[in-house]
Nanobody, 128 residues
Framework: QVQLVESGGGLVQPGGSLRLSCAIS????????VGWFRQTPGKEREWISC????????AYAESVKGRFALSGDHGRNAVHLQMDSLRPEDTGNYFC?????????????????????WGEGTLVTVSS
C-alpha cells in the first residue's frame, strides 16, 4: 500500500517562495525516482524535477532550473521541493510520484505515464 502525500502549497506573490513536501510510505523497491509534476486545467502534467534515491541525483526542467531545488530525507521518507523566485506561470497543481528504477540509473525528463504511484496534489497559486 504505497501512499504519497503532498503538502506546502498555497497562495504567494510573484517573487515569493514555497517549500513543498512529499511524504512517502509503503515503497518496496530499494531504488526509485521521485518526480514532481505540475498541471494546469486542461493540460497534461509536465515534469518539473526528480530525485533518484540511489545517489541523490536531482534534475530540473528548464523552466525551473536555478529557482527550484530538491532534497531528500530518507529517514523521514520524504522529499522536499524548495521553490524560490516564483512566477505566475508557476501556478498549478503540483504532484509527486514514484517510479522504481534500476540500480545505477538516473532520472531525467520523466513522463507521467511512466510513474507508478501518485499523490493527490497540492495547489500552488502565484498571483499579486
Amino acid at each position: 500500500q504505497v501512499q504519497l502525500v503532498e503538502s506546502g502549497g498555497g497562495l504567494v506573490q510573484p517573487g515569493g517562495s514555497l517549500r513543498l513536501s512529499c511524504a512517502i510510505s509503503g515503497v518496496t523497491p530499494a531504488y526509485y525516482a521521485v518526480g514532481w509534476f505540475r498541471q494546469t486545467p486542461g493540460k497534461e502534467r509536465e515534469w518539473i524535477s526528480c530525485l533518484t534515491s540511489s545517489d541523490g541525483y536531482a534534475a530540473y526542467a528548464e523552466s525551473v532550473k536555478g529557482r527550484f531545488a530538491l532534497s531528500g530525507d530518507h529517514g523521514r521518507n520524504a522529499v522536499h521541493l524548495q521553490m524560490d523566485s516564483l512566477r505566475p506561470e508557476d501556478t498549478g497543481n503540483y504532484f509527486c510520484a514514484v517510479d522504481p528504477i534500476p540500480v545505477g540509473s538516473r532520472c531525467f525528463g520523466l513522463s507521467p505515464r511512466g510513474m507508478d504511484f501518485w499523490g493527490e496534489g497540492t495547489l500552488v497559486t502565484v498571483s499579486s
